[in-house]
C-alpha cells in the first residue's frame, strides 16, 4: 500500500483534478434532490419565476456534474495508466538484475502473470480509488445528514436500512473476495497450460496429444467457470437484495407520509428529497462494497508484484573498472548444487585450461556438463572453490569484462524476433555487414542467409518459427562467434547440423579463431575426437582427463561412451 501511495505521489498532479472533480460530482449529486424539493414546493405555491430560476440551476448543476464527470476519468484512466507502466516497467527492470537462480525460484510464466494480470488488477483498483474514494465518504455523509435534516421524524427508516445492507453486504462481500482470490490462482493455472501448449504445439501433435491437453485445459477451465458462476450467483442476489431493501425503504417512507400529504402538500417535495437521499445512502454502501473487494483483490496483486521488486539478485558484479580478461580458464575445487537443492551437481572440480586451447567434455546425460559450463560466465556461482578467467576470480571483475570475454553458445538455440541482423548484433552492437558476413561464414550459415531475398535484414519470427532447428543453431554460432570472444563455449551446440557441415564450422573456428579458447561440450566423441585435451565428466566429478587417445587408454568411463557410439555408428 506504501508502495501505491509513493507512485500517487509521482503522479499527484493528476490524481489531484481527479480527486477535485470527484467531489465536484459529489457535491453536485448531494445538491439535486435539495433544488428539486425546493422546485416542487415552488410549483405547489404556483411561484413561476423561482420554478424558472430553480430550473436553471437545477441544468447548470446537471452540467457541471457532467464536465466533472468526464473530467474525472481522463485523469483516473491516465494516472492508473501511468502508474501501471512505472509499476510494469520497475518490474521489468528487476527482472533484468535476476540472476538464473531467482528467475527458476518464480518461474518464467509466474513472473509474466505478475506483470501483466496483476498490474491490471492493480490499474482498475486505482482507477476505481480515483473515481469513488472521496466520493462514497461525502455522499454517505452528506446524504445521511440530508435525509435526516429533511424528514427528522423518519430517521429511523434510515438506520433500518442501513443495517440491513449491513448484514446482505457482509454476507456477500466476504464470499465473494474468497472466491475473487480463487479465480487468480486458477488464472495463473488456465494461462500455464495454454502457454505448456502452445509452446509445445508441435510435441502435443507429433504425439497426438490434443485429447489430453483439451481434457486437462478443460478441467482447469471448469474450475475457474465454477468459481466465477459463483461469484455471479452472489451478484445476482446481492443487487435485487439491496434494491428489496432500498425499495422497503422507500415504500415505508410513502406509506408514512400518505396521511399527511392530505394535510400539508409539500410534503411531496420533502418526501422526494428524502427518497432520493435514502438511495444515495444506498448507493454509497454498495459502491464501497465493491471497491474493498477490489481493493483486496489488488492487495494480492500488490503483495505478489513487491515480492519481485524486494528480491535480492543472489548474485551481482562489483563495480570495479573494466579490464580485458585472456582467454585461461581454472576451476580450484569447484563443488555447486542448484539454488534450493542439497545434493551438489559439480563435485570438488579442479582444471586448466591455457589460453586458445580446445577442451571438449563428454560424460552421460545428466553428468554436470552443462552445469559446469555456466560457471565460467557466471550464471552461477559455485558453492565452494574458485573459477577463474584470465587468471582472475571471475567475482572480482565486472559483469562487462566478462561478458567480452566469454560467449556461450547455448544447447537450446533461442533467437528473438525482429530481423537476422538484430540478433546478430546482440553479439556485437556496433557489428557491421562485413563482421555479420565473416561470422556467418565461421558458422556455415551464410549460403542459406544470403539466398533469403533480404539477407541479414530478413525476417526472424516470434519463437524463429521459420527457420529450421538446424538454421537456428547456425545463427546462434554466428552470433556467438561475432565478436571474437577470448572463450568460447559451444554446448552441444552443434547436434542438429550434419556431420559435413559441424566439420566445416570447426575447421572455421581453428582457422579463424586461432586464439580463441573453444569449450565444446558433445554428446558425440567424433564432434571433439580432436580437442587439445577432454573432459569427462561422471555424476559431477571430473574423472579424466587428456587427449582422445591417452583417454581411449587409460580412462574406463570415457572407454564406454566411445564404445557404445562406436557400435551404435556400426549398426
Ligand atoms: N536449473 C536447474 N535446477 C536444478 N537442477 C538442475 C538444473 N539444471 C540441471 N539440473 C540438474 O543438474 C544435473 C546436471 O545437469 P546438466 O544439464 O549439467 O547435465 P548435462 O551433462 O549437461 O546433461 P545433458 O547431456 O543431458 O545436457 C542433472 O541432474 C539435472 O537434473
Redesign the pocket.
Known amino acids: 500500500m506504501t508502495s501505491l501511495v509513493t507512485y500517487l505521489k509521482k503522479y499527484k498532479g493528476d490524481a489531484l483534478i481527479a480527486t477535485i472533480s470527484v467531489i465536484i460530482i459529489a457535491f453536485a449529486t448531494l445538491w439535486q434532490p435539495r433544488i428539486l424539493q425546493e422546485m416542487i414546493t415552488a410549483i405547489l405555491q404556483k411561484d413561476q419565476t423561482t420554478v424558472l430560476h430553480l430550473g436553471i440551476q437545477l441544468i447548470a448543476l446537471a452540467i457541471l456534474g457532467i464536465i466533472a464527470g468526464i473530467i474525472n476519468t481522463i485523469y483516473a484512466a491516465k494516472t492508473a495508466q501511468e502508474i501501471s507502466a512505472d509499476m510494469r516497467e520497475k518490474g521489468y527492470r528487476k527482472i533484468q538484475t535476476f540472476s538464473?537462480g531467482n528467475i527458476?525460484k518464480f518461474s518464467a510464466s509466474n513472473l509474466v502473470i505478475r506483470l501483466t494480470n496483476d498490474i491490471n488488477q492493480v490499474q482498475l483498483v486505482i482507477m476505481s480509488v480515483l473515481q469513488q474514494l472521496t466520493r462514497i465518504p461525502i455522499l454517505f455523509v452528506g446524504a445521511f445528514v440530508l435525509a435526516i435534516v429533511t424528514m427528522p421524524r423518519f430517521w429511523w427508516i434510515i438506520v433500518l436500512m442501513l443495517v440491513l445492507i449491513v448484514v446482505v453486504s457482509v454476507f456477500a462481500f466476504t464470499r465473494m473476495g474468497k472466491y475473487f482470490e480463487k479465480v487468480q490462482t486458477q488464472l495463473e493455472n488456465n494461462n500455464t497450460l495454454a502457454r505448456e501448449n502452445l509452446m509445445g504445439m508441435r510435441v502435443v501433435k507429433s504425439f497426438v496429444q490434443e485429447k489430453n491437453q483439451i481434457a486437462k485445459f478443460s478441467k482447469s477451465s471448469d474450475e475457474m467457470t465454477d468459481t466465477t458462476i459463483k461469484i455471479g450467483n452472489l451478484f445476482s442476489i446481492l443487487m435485487p437484495a439491496f434494491f428489496l431493501v432500498g425499495d422497503l425503504a422507500v415504500a415505508g417512507s410513502i406509506m408514512l407520509v400518505g396521511t399527511m400529504i392530505t394535510k400539508d402538500p409539500s410534503m411531496i417535495a420533502a418526501v422526494q428529497a428524502f427518497i432520493s437521499y435514502l438511495m444515495q445512502i444506498l448507493f454509497s454502501v454498495v459502491m464501497g462494497g465493491f471497491m474493498m473487494t477490489g481493493a483486496s483483490r489488488a492487495f494480492v496483486s500488490l503483495r505478489r508484484l513487491q515480492e519481485i521488486y524486494d528480491t535480492k539478485p543472489d548474485l551481482t558484479f562489483p563495480d570495479v573498472p573494466e579490464t580485458s580478461l585472456s582467454g585461461d580458464v581454472q576451476f580450484e575445487n569447484v563443488t555447486f548444487a542448484?539454488p534450493g537443492?542439497d545434493e551438489p551437481?559439480l563435485q570438488d572440480i579442479s582444471f586448466k585450461v591455457k589460453a586458445g586451447e580446445m577442451i571438449g567434455i563428454v560424460?552421460?546425460?545428466?553428468?554436470?556438463?552443462?552445469?559446469?559450463a555456466q560457471l565460467i560466465p557466471r550464471l552461477y556461482d559455485p558453492n565452494s572453490g574458485v573459477v577463474k578467467v584470465g587468471g582472475r576470480n571471475i567475482k572480482d571483475v565486472n559483469e562487462k569484462s566478462l561478458r567480452n570475454a566469454v560467449s556461450f553458445i547455448l544447447?537450446r538455440s533461442t533467437l528473438f524476433s525482429g530481423t537476422i541482423s538484430h540478433n546478430l548484433k546482440q553479439g556485437k552492437q556496433d557489428a557491421t555487414l562485413n563482421d555479420m558476413k565473416w561470422a556467418a561464414n565461421v558458422a556455415q550459415a551464410a549460403e542459406f542467409i544470403e539466398k533469403l531475398d533480404e539477407q541479414y535484414d530478413a525476417k526472424v519470427e516470434e519463437r524463429s518459427a521459420n527457420f529450421s532447428g538446424g538454421q537456428k543453431q547456425r545463427l546462434s554460432i554466428t552470433r556467438g562467434v561475432i565478436k571474437k570472444p577470448d572463450i568460447l563455449i559451444m554446448d552441444?551446440s552443434t547436434s542438429a547440423l550434419d556431420a559435413r557441415s559441424e566439420k566445416l564450422v570447426q575447421q572455421a573456428l581453428e582457422n579463424q579463431l586461432a586464439g580463441t579458447t573453444t569449450i565444446i561440450?558433445a554428446?558425440k566423441i567424433s564432434s571433439i575426437i580432436k580437442a587439445d585435451r577432454i573432459l569427462v565428466?561422471d555424476k559431477g566429478h571430473l574423472v579424466g582427463e587428456g587427449t582422445h587417445q591417452e583417454l581411449v587408454k587409460n580412462n574406463q568411463i570415457y572407454q564406454e561412451i566411445y564404445q557404445t557410439q562406436k557400435a551404435l555408428e556400426e549398426v
Open positions: 538464473f527458476e542448484y537443492d551437481v560424460g552421460a546425460t545428466g553428468s554436470g556438463k552443462t552445469t559446469l544447447q552441444d561440450i554428446e565428466l
